[in-house]
Nanobody, 119 residues
Framework: QVQLAESGGGLVQAGGSLRLSCAAS????????MAWFRQAPGKEREFVAT????????SYADSVKGRFTISRDNAKNTLYLQMNSLKPEDTAVYYCAATETTMPNYEHWGQGTQVTVSA
């Protein structure tokens, strides 16, 4: 089993920056890919960014491309999301997720961290 714990959320003004972290523990040796998702109030959860654990290959949602950067520290088993030029519409609970397969679904999820961007 893999446990994921997000941190780094908070309140920031529009145009500001935050860095989210996701610490992975447990049986992490089989992790193939990790990702960030977010869910705003009254909306469905949406994909933000993903990274392949071994190669570092990344992919982003169009809404965050050029503003957010996903990265990982293999030695620390930690996933990051650097968020710059934040907008009020980025306000959401941010979740990290992990999968051990090449399938699009994710088996392991964190509890989430709140990001609030004020206008």
């Amino acid at each position: 089993q893999v446990q994921l714990a997000e941190s780094g959320g908070g309140l920031v003004q529009a145009g500001g920056s935050l860095r989210l972290s996701c610490a992975a523990s447990g049986r992490t040796s089989n992790t193939y890919r990790m990702a960030w998702f977010r869910q705003a109030p009254g909306k469905e959860r949406e994909f933000v960014a993903t990274i392949t654990w071994s190669s570092g290959r990344t992919s982003y949602a169009d809404s965050v491309k050029g503003r957010f950067t996903i990265s990982r520290d293999n030695a620390k088993n930690t996933l990051y999301l650097q968020m710059n030029s934040l907008k009020p519409e980025d306000t959401a609970v941010y979740y990290c997720a992990a999968t051990e397969t090449t399938m699009p679904n994710y088996e392991h999820w964190g509890q989430g961290t709140q990001v609030t961007v004020s206008a």
